[in-house]
């Protein structure tokens, strides 16, 4: 019938094997095999829930990429602000001998995970260095890698970078908590 053709389209541009996992939520656990049909399960039902947690994860990835942005932009705002200098990430004042070392194969890898970026690619063109600035190295990190280059900084661009991150709901958080929260 119809509302079959239409669950059959659905699994073939959503493929049976991930779609599965959702007719999973409607049968018993102890009875349920790749075989087991389910009378009382509706192909609605499955969709719906499949759609449902679709949007929730689409939802969950763009409050995360807005807090990327802002945790990214605010921690280059920091360092800028207190080396006023567009390598200061690579700059040996920076932090202690072992961070520094660590730090470089860091920023190596990141560089060379995006090589064929635009933003790297152009930066490159124009200008004679090693590294990219900060704000292009930050730019085309992964939030992963970005983390760790974060964690390798010296506890003064931290703090900086803790008290300057503008969220009003934090106002009554010390700065060790505000630590704690963002590690």
């Not at 929730?56 to 080396?83: D, P």
């Not at 900086?160 to 963002?182: A, C, P, Q, V």
Request: proline share 2%; hydrophobic share 35%.
């Amino acid at each position: 019938d119809e509302s079959r053709d239409i669950f059959k389209t659905f699994l073939l541009h959503h493929w049976y094997y991930h779609i599965s996992s959702y007719v999973k939520c409607f049968c018993k656990t102890e009875n349920w095999n790749d075989t087991t049909e389910s009378k009382e399960v509706r192909d609605f039902d499955i969709i719906n829930l499949y759609t449902q947690d679709r949007t929730l994860q689409y939802h969950l990835l763009n409050v995360l990429l807005r807090i990327e942005v802002f945790l990214k932009s605010t921690f280059i705002y920091a360092m800028t602000q207190i080396y006023q200098d567009p390598f200061c990430h690579i700059n040996k004042n920076v932090s202690t001998h072992k961070n520094r070392k660590y730090r470089l194969e860091l920023i190596d890898k990141i560089q060379e995970e995006n090589k064929a970026s635009p933003i790297l690619i152009n930066f490159f063109d124009h200008y004679d260095e090693e590294y990219a600035t900060i704000w292009h190295l930050v730019e085309v990190a992964s939030f992963g890698s970005f983390t760790k280059l974060f964690t390798l900084l010296p506890h003064k661009i931290l703090d900086y970078f803790y008290k300057n991150l503008k969220i009003w709901e934090w106002e009554n958080i010390s700065l060790g908590e505000k630590r704690e929260i963002l590690k």
